[in-house]
């Protein structure tokens, strides 16, 4: 018997030896890459980012434990090369359930101000505590979450390295992710060396060979982008971020199905409003709007143009609404639509950093 009980205590010590990894708690600051041209990015104070929390994000991100069969993830729903969204108009979750708004591009993410397209959330954290026990999403308790996780070495090992916590929960994974999804920054577009040149910021060598590049077409739709007379965009899009932190009714409904930013204000001026996107990568992350009714950026330039739908909330910077947009000619709307495709950053799409670690 002594002899058994000798040799099962041997074999739990070899076994305990191949998978506890010696692990301390001396975190790592993480350098932001913020391109020079973008403010500074607001950082929670109680979510400092750290080498050790930007990778366990990275981890998390792709962790289809986290979804209550096992198979989908965040990044199941933000594919890269769709900038970070779902190129289908309504995401899939556990069990083939759909949602009913199309995903958001994850793109910048650090300086918004709310989050989801009726800005429930005020927090990056606060939001991503959201899609996991969604039924119509990943569809698990947190709960039950942090035990799968807790049930794996590599995450026990890499939540410590993080947080310095054995105990940890819903908010570290939060936090993790949060961390991880702050990185994600794109600034690196033909536009951004328009927008330098534009604002008399110096440009690089390589800079300067982009910007002689640019095309007629491109700059002329650059033009009407911002000419409060052509296309009229920058009242909403504006800035580096090419996005206003505000919610708007941009005339997609008369009547509303879906009540948006009122659904969760329960005012009645702001049904039918929804957050606005950047336009970053636009060109990669169709379908558009809250319920990806357009399907191309011409049905976008549609809209705009000749599709406007009155209701009492429009917003007031809808200038062209009573006419039912802007107007703009074939021309000018293929002169708009070059504009759009400069804001494309493949840099982004292709950052390795971005990637699983084990694809």
């Known amino acids: 018997m002594n002899r058994i009980l000798t040799c099962i205590l041997g074999l739990l010590v070899l076994f305990l030896g191949c998978t506890k990894e010696k692990v301390g708690y001396d975190p790592t600051p993480y350098a932001l890459k913020i391109p020079g041209h973008f403010p500074q990015m607001p950082i929670p104070a109680d979510n400092p980012m750290t080498e050790e929390g930007v990778l366990l994000g990275r981890m998390l991100f792709y962790e289809r434990k986290l979804s209550l069969d096992n198979t989908i993830s965040c990044g199941t729903c933000h594919a890269p090369d769709a900038s970070f969204s779902d190129p289908n108009q309504f995401s899939h979750g556990v069990g083939g359930t759909i949602g009913t708004r199309n995903a958001m591009a994850l793109i910048n993410l650090g300086w918004q101000t709310n989050y989801f397209w009726d800005g429930r959330a005020e927090t990056l954290e606060d939001q991503i505590l959201e899609p996991v026990p969604n039924p119509v999403e990943m569809h698990l308790q947190w709960k039950d979450a942090v035990i799968r996780l807790k049930s794996d070495v590599v995450y026990r090992n890499q939540f410590y390295k993080a947080f310095g916590v054995v105990d940890f929960d819903s908010v570290h994974v939060a936090k993790a992710l949060a961390q991880f999804l702050r990185t994600m920054i794109s600034g690196d577009s033909k536009y951004d060396v328009m927008y330098k040149f534009a604002n008399n910021i110096p440009l690089t060598v390589a800079e300067l060979a982009i910007k002689n590049a640019v095309t007629a077409e491109e700059w002329a739709g650059y033009d009407l982008f911002r000419d409060l007379n052509g296309a009229d965009c920058f009242h909403c899009h504006n800035g580096v971020l090419l996005q206003v932190q505000k919610f708007s009714n941009n005339g997609l409904d008369a009547v509303f199905t879906d009540l948006g930013r009122g659904a969760i204000t329960h005012y009645v001026n702001d049904n039918g409003k929804f957050k606005v996107p950047s336009l970053r990568n636009i060109a990669l ?44 000619d074939e021309d000018q709307r293929n002169r708009l639509k070059s504009f759009l495709l400069t804001l494309t950053d493949y840099k982004f799409i292709t950052n390795p950093d971005f990637k699983p670690l084990n694809p």
Do not use: C, K
Not at 288 to 293: I, K
Not at 294 to 317: C, K, M, R, W
């Open 285 to 328: 992350s169709a379908p558009y709007m809250h319920d990806g009714r357009f399907a191309n950026l011409d049905e976008v330039i549609e809209h705009y143009s000749t599709g406007i739908q009155h209701s009492a909330t429009i917003d007031p910077l809808m200038e062209f609404a009573s006419q039912g947009g802007v107007q703009l």
